[in-house]
């Protein structure tokens, strides 16, 4: 899979065969939902819709997984950048309690669509691990480990160190059951499963044309 979105070739681009499509949107067409965006997030709801009987079209203005799907760590985490005291004090104690569970749900989700659609995309369960820089104080990991204790991450724990051979990280917080995969991989079986159930996926399709599409529908 070529890059089109960027001057570099990430490892999961490099290691993905062309991912199969409808082309171009050259004509209007009716569905009951038209996802826009052909990345993780859009695919999948692509796909759950398509299972729940919807007739399905995905337009994407460039290639399947392009720009920062195809260039994500491909981790999947309910281990968030946004520290889950930060989030509880922006939008409260069930704020983020909804951010973990739905962080771990789709986790689950993932993990089950895989299986389901026997999805060769290198997937597995690991720990996560968070720490601070060295010498420095480990407040911020206390106070984070009791907001995530709050959130319903009663799983996560303070440990002594992460197990990363010499580099000595001190005491970090474990995150268990965390995820990775190969995103395109994932998406490039989310597209066979999408096509296989009916539904369309064209790239290389521009917003004017898509515009034009959702007004003659919504009339």
């Known amino acids: 899979m070529n890059s089109d979105s960027g001057e570099t070739t990430s490892v999961w681009m490099a290691t993905t065969p062309e991912i199969l499509t409808d082309g171009k949107l050259t004509e209007d067409i009716r569905a009951n939902v038209c996802v826009v965006g052909a990345g993780i997030a859009g695919m999948t709801t692509a796909y759950l819709l398509m299972r729940e009987g919807k007739s399905v079209v995905v337009i994407e203005d460039g290639q399947v997984g392009r720009s920062m799907t195809g260039r994500t760590t491909a981790h999947l985490v309910n281990a968030l950048d946004e520290r889950f005291y930060e989030i509880e004090r922006l939008h ?128």
């Not at 704020?95 to 989700?109: F, K, P, Q, T, V």
């Not at 720990?127 to 010498?135: A, K, M, S, V």
Request: aromatic share 8%.
């Open 92 to 219: 409260g104690e069930h704020g983020a309690r909804l951010a973990a569970e739905s962080h771990s749900a789709a986790i689950d989700r993932i993990e089950e669509i895989v299986k389901t659609e026997v999805i060769d995309c290198d997937f597995g369960r690991l720990d996560g691990y968070l720490f601070t820089p060295p010498d420095t104080s480990k407040e911020k990991l206390k106070e984070e480990l009791e907001a995530t204790h709050r959130a319903g991450l009663t799983g996560v724990e303070m440990v002594d160190r992460a197990p990363m051979g010499d580099f000595d990280t001190g005491k970090c917080l474990r995150f268990p059951n965390q995820g990775q995969f190969h995103p395109l991989k994932y998406l490039a079986g989310l597209a066979r499963a999408i096509r296989r159930g009916g539904g369309q996926i064209f790239t290389d399709s521009t917003p004017p044309k898509l515009r034009a599409v959702m007004w003659r529908e919504l009339r």
